[in-house]
C-alpha cells in the first residue's frame, strides 16, 4: 500500500511539472512575433536571426521538454535564444548583460527549470520609459549549477498582466518537484531592485 501511495504521488507530480514547464509565456510570443514582423518591414537584417532564434526556442519546447531530463547544452542554448529574441525585441531601451561560465556538456538538467527567474526580470525590468537594467550570469562547477538574476524595478510595468509573481511561484514549484532537498533559492526584493540566487545540484 506504502509503495503504491509512492508511485501515485510520483505520478501526480510529473503531471504538474508537465504542466508547469507547459506554461510558456504567451505575451513573449506574441511580442516576439509583432517584432519580427516589424523588423520584416524594416528589411532589417535581424529578420533572419530573429527567425531562426525563434524557431529554435520552439522546437526545443516541443521536442525536448517532456523528458525528466535534458542536455544541459541544450538548456543553456534555449536561454541564449530567449535572451537573444528579448535583446532583439528592446532594441536599445534595456541594457542587458548576460554571462555563462563552465562547461555545460555531458550535464543534464530538468527543462525549463532556470527560465522562470529569468523571464520574471523581463516582465519587471524593462520599460522604454525607465532605465532597465537586468543581468544573468549562470556558473556551471563539476556538480553545482549557478543561476544569479538582478533587475532594477521599473515604476510603470508595460504588461498589465505581467504585475502577478507568476513566473517566480512557477519556478519555485518546479524546483520543489524536481529537485527537493537539492537547491538553494533566495529571492530578495529590496525598493528599487529585485535578485534572485539560485544552487542547483546536478544529476
Not at 525563434?54 to 541544450?74: H, I, N, P, V
Not at 537594467?133 to 505581467?162: A, R, W
Request: no cysteine; hydrophobic share 35%.
Amino acid at each position: 500500500m506504502k509503495y503504491k501511495r509512492q508511485q501515485i504521488q510520483i505520478v501526480k507530480n510529473q503531471s504538474e511539472l508537465s504542466y508547469l514547464k507547459a506554461q510558456i509565456n504567451p505575451h513573449f510570443l506574441f511580442n516576439t512575433l509583432n517584432s519580427i514582423y516589424a523588423l520584416s518591414i524594416e528589411r532589417s537584417n535581424k529578420t533572419p536571426e530573429a527567425i531562426v532564434r525563434l524557431s529554435g526556442l520552439m522546437r526545443y519546447l516541443f521536442s525536448d521538454t517532456s523528458q525528466k531530463y535534458a542536455s544541459l547544452e541544450k538548456e543553456i542554448n534555449y536561454i541564449n535564444s530567449y535572451i537573444e529574441l528579448q535583446k532583439i525585441r528592446l532594441g536599445n531601451t534595456a541594457n542587458i548583460n548576460y554571462m555563462v561560465n563552465g562547461e555545460i556538456k555531458n550535464k543534464v538538467i530538468a527543462p525549463l527549470i532556470l527560465i522562470p527567474f529569468i523571464e520574471n526580470a523581463f516582465k519587471h525590468g524593462v520599460n522604454p520609459e525607465e532605465t532597465s537594467q537586468i543581468d544573468i550570469q549562470i556558473s556551471i562547477t563539476e556538480n553545482n549549477l549557478y543561476l544569479n538574476v538582478f533587475n532594477l524595478k521599473v515604476d510603470h510595468i508595460i504588461d498589465e498582466e505581467s504585475r502577478s509573481g507568476y513566473s517566480i511561484d512557477n519556478g519555485q514549484k518546479q524546483l520543489r518537484l524536481a529537485y527537493p532537498d537539492k537547491h538553494e533559492l533566495k529571492i530578495e526584493s529590496k525598493q528599487h531592485t529585485f535578485s534572485v540566487t539560485l544552487k542547483l545540484e546536478l544529476s
